[in-house]
């Protein structure tokens, strides 16, 4: 293949390459994907190719900068006078050039084929609902291209309860020194607690090791998809020094508690909580709620996939916390959906409880 050949080939394939550059660097700034590798990979390829394209084309690129460029205009329209036997090739039959961009564009007619799959959202035969919902949300690289259209606005990241009593609490301070092996060693999940209410500073720590603010522009204790932080937290009040017995919702921004409603609810929790007696025996039950927009608009169908783990990493903070301090929480999934989120006058739809985690003293 000469020189001329070359410089064909890769100008028709930097067409493509720069087009798929364009595309994933769209895809990956609406997703917040860090090190997309096809972002990166296309990258590289692009960069050889204009390189290729570059030494192809080096001796025109020096006579056209040194002012030697031939008149090729006027040179083809003197051939194309010349008589038939130097017609336009495309009389003949295909080009060269057009077999080249054919092949180009085949190429990439194949890749990006091996590159889509697009997910069948249809249930399988015995399929459950779980695993329906995380094949539909397991996007083939035709899904990500979806990503570009939006999927409603963007909420705000915070909720508030204007008009409601608030307590500020006393600021977060780590209990006595225990190593996170140690923590880690020890957690586990206890469901008998001792009979003293929970100190204000016990709750302060816990609240903040869940979903306290700990870094600039509002990054928090707990990592979270896009920093969208898509997680509420409530606290169920029935024995804390100094807090009257009632659901708050705690506002991370002033780490402070907004009262919700008023009142002793260890028996509702009981009864949302399928009978689990301890719900009502624990000084103080927290309930993880997530309102799923704050994941959507971005993420789409893995919104509620990320909804779950962050809940989780979330309950395992609260853990951790809780034994640094003498503490012990207990993870409960088995809950009346409908009931807890009444509890929390939560509609279940837009947002909705996932987790409840009691703590109390050793
Ligand atoms: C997602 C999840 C849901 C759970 N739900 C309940 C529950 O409803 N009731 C309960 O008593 N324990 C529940 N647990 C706690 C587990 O029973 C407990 O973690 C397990 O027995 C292992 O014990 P360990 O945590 O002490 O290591 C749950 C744990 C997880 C992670």
Redesign the pocket.
Same mark, same amino acid.
């Given at each position: 293949m000469g020189r001329r050949e070359i410089g064909l080939v890769s100008s028709t394939l930097l067409l493509p390459a720069t087009a798929f550059l364009a595309v994933t660097a769209l895809i990956s700034d609406a997703l917040d994907l860090n090190e997309f590798v096809f972002h990166k990979y296309t990258g590289y390829a692009a960069t050889l190719l204009v390189l290729v394209h570059v030494c192809a084309h080096w001796p025109s690129l020096v006579a056209f900068w040194t002012g030697r460029t031939r008149h090729r205009a006027g040179t083809e329209t003197a051939t194309s006078q010349a008589g038939p036997e130097t017609a336009p090739s495309w009389r003949h039959g295909v080009s060269r050039r057009a077999v080249l961009a054919a092949a180009g564009f085949g190429a990439t007619g194949f890749a990006a084929g091996w590159l889509v799959r697009p997910s069948d959202v249809g249930r399988l035969p015995g399929e459950d609902f779980g695993a329906l919902y995380h094949r539909a949300s397991s996007p083939g690289f035709a899904d990500a291209l979806g990503a570009l259209v939006g999927w409603g606005v963007q909420p705000a990241r915070t909720k508030d309860y204007p008009g409601a009593a608030r307590i500020v609490l006393p600021p977060v301070a780590a209990p006595p020194e225990l190593s996170v092996a140690g923590a880690i060693e020890r957690? /586990?999940?206890? /469901?008998d607690y001792a009979d003293r209410p929970l100190a204000t500073a016990e709750l302060s720590w816990l609240l903040g090791a869940a979903t306290g603010i700990t870094g600039p522009g509002g990054l928090r204790a707990a990592p979270s998809a896009g920093a969208q932080y898509p997680i509420e937290t409530y606290v169920v009040a029935s024995r804390v020094e100094g807090i009257e017995p009632g659901i708050y919702h705690y506002a991370p921004a002033d780490h402070a508690l907004e009262r919700v409603r008023s009142g002793t609810f260890g028996g509702d929790l009981v009864i949302a $909580?399928?009978g689990?007696e *301890?719900l009502a025996q624990a000084p103080v039950v927290l309930v993880l709620a997530a309102i799923f927009q704050r994941l959507r608009w971005r993420y789409r169908e893995r919104a509620y996939r990320y909804a779950l783990l962050e809940a $989780?990493h979330i $309950?395992q903070n609260v853990?951790l916390a809780a034994e640094a301090a003498g503490l012990g929480a207990? !993870?409960? $999934? !088995? *809950?009346f959906d409908d009931a807890l989120n009444r509890l929390l006058d939560l509609d279940g739809a837009e947002e909705a409880a996932l987790?409840?985690v009691p703590v109390g003293p050793r």
């Open positions: 957690r /586990r999940s206890l /469901r $909580g399928l689990q *301890f $989780g $309950g853990y207990c !993870a409960v $999934g !088995a *809950f987790m409840l």
